[in-house]
DNA sequence: ATTAGGG
DNA sequence: CCCTAAT
């Protein structure tokens, strides 16, 4: 009579695959409601009501997922629902391309309704990303050759860490000294999965607590190794930088939001919210099964990502994310975190809090500095050149894994140096560099410093991109080896590397006779030069002449400058 | 001579 | 970067 079935979710969340996941189902049965992607295990009865699914019912639904091997999931989440992650792609990608226009989404609507949470980064990048030719573009922010930090607003807004939900969260105390999972009782077992997760259980079989418990453990600190640690059974904090502390913290071992990284973003009080409002909309209220969704969801997600994280980057990952040229190595990343952020659709709004990580902010949005995968990819160098996807941007989630931060730090560093090599060893046209093998290097090839590059900007900004016998002319008078075409290349390839997507000449015809006129630079290549500056700015004096002594002071880089 | 594009 | 077609 009474079937136990899936439930709740809008039209957004692509139904039918929860659906396919859970097997059986009654489609009719489907309610809506404002959260789009919160699923609650219910039952319904013979008068067609709600009533929430009871412990057994959910391991019994656990058990046909886990056994469904399909790219369907369930995610575990607070309280007493349980969230289909029915890994839609295309949704997120709509959903927070529109939430990059501004259209009323979730994402973008917490903003809205609580002003005191700082801007979203991402939002504001993503924003720029799509209107590359926005005028908001800030000519002006490109000099700064210095070392002076930016201080306009173009994508870096100095977003704070805000507050941070504080319901439920593990609390670590109350592991007393060495766990040992195997000499506990089923009460300290339970004990121990609330020190854990922050949340009570009450789960009565041991080899689930125990294995919930080691999982949650041994994730977060695989994950977050700078936060947590296992040692000897016991879990050691470690202390670090605040807002890396504090966010990590969240990632890796807060179980309301699934236990992991997972829900990054989603700090604990939001996912709270929701849950009490979904369960208010239903009218369902909200019981004493919250270990129900636990027990299953939070199961399957940590198998999930166990499974994913023993996957090693394929060696076209590890190429494209070496290219240092940002945006191809997110690309990649995203695949790998994808999910994650798929995972939480409707926890997006609480990104917010986790942002503001790093020297100011500014790293933390940047494409390919983070991931959140956890996996170690080593560098190599570039190979191939593809031209990257062009949306990608917008599904770049926010972390704060310092090991992807230091990789990034370590390539542009890599690639400074090189830069500044040619800088110094400017006098004659560099010519066929011998190497070892016998084979010759390119013939003229010099790497196009910051200078220049910056000169190039201006000068595209001045007369427009085109004029570049102009620019030549007037900005690179002293730049005897840097040609009209080569300008005109190298222009081409920022617009390429920033993914700057020329408007498309439908319509406006209006302005395309402007193309030659002087043009705002589209924000991505701002993003680039500064990218660049910034660098450049960290990389003591120093390190770069110590390489071609011979010539210090009196070479032409001092006239670049 | 310059530009735009493909290689 | 180089080469070349087109202007």
Same mark, same amino acid.
């Given at each position: 009579?009474?079937?136990?079935?899936d439930?709740?979710?809008?039209?957004e969340?692509?139904?039918?695959?929860?659906?396919?996941?859970?097997?059986k189902?009654?489609?009719?049965?489907?309610?809506k409601?404002?959260?789009?992607?919160?699923?609650?295990?219910v039952?319904v009865d013979?008068?067609?009501?709600?009533?929430?699914?009871?412990?057994d019912?959910?391991?019994?639904?656990?058990d046909?997922?886990?056994?469904?091997?399909?790219?369907?999931?369930?995610?575990?989440?607070s309280?007493q629902?349980v969230?289909?992650?029915?890994?839609?792609?295309?949704d997120l990608?709509?959903?927070?391309?529109?939430?990059?226009?501004g259209l009323?989404?979730?994402?973008?609507k917490?903003?809205?309704?609580?002003?005191n949470?700082?801007?979203?980064?991402?939002a504001?990048?993503?924003k720029?990303?799509v209107?590359?030719?926005?005028?908001?573009a800030?000519y002006?922010s490109?000099?700064?050759?210095?070392?002076?930090?930016?201080?306009?607003?173009?994508v870096?807004?100095?977003?704070s860490?805000?507050?941070?939900?504080?319901?439920?969260?593990?609390?670590?105390?109350m592991?007393?000294?060495?766990?040992h999972l195997?000499?506990?009782?089923?009460?300290?077992?339970?004990?121990?999965?609330?020190?854990?997760f922050?949340?009570?259980t009450?789960?009565?079989?041991?080899q689930w607590?125990?294995?919930?418990?080691v999982?949650g453990?041994?994730?977060s600190?695989?994950?977050?190794?700078?936060?947590?640690?296992?040692?000897?059974?016991?879990?050691?904090?470690?202390?670090?930088?605040?807002?890396?502390?504090?966010?990590?913290?969240?990632?890796?071992?807060?179980p309301?939001?699934?236990?992991?990284?997972?829900?990054?973003?989603?700090?604990p009080?939001?996912h709270?919210?929701?849950?009490e409002n979904?369960?208010?909309?239903?009218?369902?209220?909200s %019981?004493n099964?919250s270990?129900?969704?636990?027990?299953g969801?939070?199961?399957?997600n940590?198998?999930?990502?166990?499974t994913?994280r023993?996957?090693?980057p394929?060696?076209?990952?590890?190429?494209?994310?070496?290219?240092?040229?940002?945006?191809?190595?997110?690309?990649?990343?995203?695949?790998?975190?994808?999910n994650h952020?798929y995972?939480?659709?409707s926890?997006?709004?609480?990104?917010?809090?986790?942002?503001?990580?790093?020297?100011?902010?500014?790293?933390?949005?940047?494409?390919?500095?983070?991931?959140?995968?956890?996996?170690?990819v080593?560098?190599?160098?570039?190979?191939?050149?593809s031209?990257?996807?062009?949306?990608?941007?917008?599904?770049?989630?926010?972390?704060?894994?310092?090991?992807?931060?230091?990789?990034?730090?370590v390539?542009?560093?890599?690639e400074l140096?090189?830069?500044?090599?040619?800088?110094?060893?400017?006098?004659?046209?560099?010519?066929?560099m011998?190497?070892?093998?016998g084979?010759?290097?390119?013939?003229?090839?010099?790497?196009?410093?910051?200078?220049?590059?910056?000169?190039?900007?201006e000068?595209?900004?001045k007369?427009?991109?085109?004029?570049?016998?102009e620019?030549?002319r007037?900005?690179?008078?002293?730049?005897?080896?840097?040609?009209s075409?080569?300008?005109?290349?190298?222009w081409?390839?920022?617009?390429?590397?920033?993914?700057?997507?020329?408007?498309?000449?439908?319509?406006?015809?209006?302005?395309?006779?402007r193309?030659?006129?002087?043009?705002?630079?589209p924000?991505p290549?701002?993003?680039?030069?500064?990218e660049?500056?910034e660098?450049?700015a %960290?990389?003591?004096?120093?390190f770069s002449?110590?390489?071609?002594?011979?010539?210090?002071?009196?070479d032409?880089s001092?006239v670049?400058?």
């Open positions: 009579m009474e079937t136990v079935v439930v709740v979710g809008n039209e969340a692509k139904v039918e695959e929860s659906e396919a996941a859970i097997n189902i009654t489609p009719t049965s489907l309610q409601i404002s959260d789009p992607v919160v699923y609650q295990l039952r013979g008068n067609g009501r709600l009533v929430p699914a009871t412990e019912e959910v391991m019994a639904v656990e046909l997922l886990e056994d469904d091997k399909s790219e369907n999931r369930f995610v575990s989440n309280g629902t969230e289909c992650n029915t890994n839609c792609r295309h990608d709509e959903l927070q391309f529109k939430a990059s226009e009323p989404l979730d994402i973008v917490l903003d809205a309704e609580n002003p949470v700082p801007p979203n980064p991402v504001d990048f993503e720029q990303s209107s590359p030719w926005a005028p908001t800030d002006g490109i000099q700064l050759e210095g070392s002076s930090k930016p201080s306009n607003g173009l870096e807004n100095g977003t860490t805000s507050a941070v939900g504080t319901s439920s969260k593990p609390d670590f105390s592991l007393k000294g060495e766990i195997d000499n506990l009782t089923v009460k300290e077992l339970q004990e121990t999965f609330k020190a854990t922050g949340r009570e009450s789960v009565k079989d041991k607590l125990k294995r919930r418990i999982m453990l041994t994730n600190s695989d994950f977050s190794t700078t936060t947590l640690v296992i040692k000897d059974n016991g879990v050691v904090k470690k202390g670090k930088e605040e807002t890396c502390n504090r966010a990590e913290h969240n990632i890796s071992m807060d309301e939001v699934g236990s992991t990284s997972e829900n990054l973003e989603s700090p009080s939001c709270d919210n929701q849950t979904h369960s208010n909309a239903t009218g369902m209220g %019981q099964y270990m129900v969704d636990n027990y969801s939070e199961d399957a940590t198998e999930q990502r166990a994913k023993v996957r090693k394929t060696r076209r990952y590890i190429e494209e994310l070496s290219e240092g040229e940002s945006r191809d190595s997110c690309a990649k990343l995203i695949s790998s975190v994808g952020v995972g939480q659709p926890t997006n709004v609480c990104v917010t809090p986790v942002q503001k990580v790093g020297l100011d902010g500014r790293w933390l949005i940047r494409r390919d500095s983070f991931g959140g995968s956890g996996v170690q080593p560098y190599v160098s570039r190979i191939r050149r031209r990257p996807r062009e949306n990608f941007m917008t599904l770049v989630p926010i972390t704060s894994s310092d090991k992807l931060y230091t990789e990034r730090k390539e542009l560093e890599k140096k090189n830069l500044e090599s040619y800088e110094n060893n400017s006098d004659d046209d560099v010519v066929t011998p190497a070892a093998s084979r010759m290097r390119r013939k003229h090839h010099r790497p196009w410093t910051l200078s220049e590059v910056v000169k190039l900007v000068g595209v900004a007369y427009g991109a085109g004029r570049w016998s620019i030549k007037l900005a690179f008078a002293s730049y005897s080896y840097r040609t075409v080569d300008l005109k290349d190298k081409r390839n920022l617009l390429r590397a920033s993914f700057v997507q020329l408007p498309a000449e439908k319509g406006m015809q209006v302005q395309s006779s193309k030659h006129a002087s043009i705002p630079i924000a290549i701002l993003l680039r030069v500064r660049l500056a660098m450049q %960290q990389v003591p004096p120093s002449a110590s390489k071609f002594a011979g010539h210090t002071g009196s032409r001092s670049h400058e």
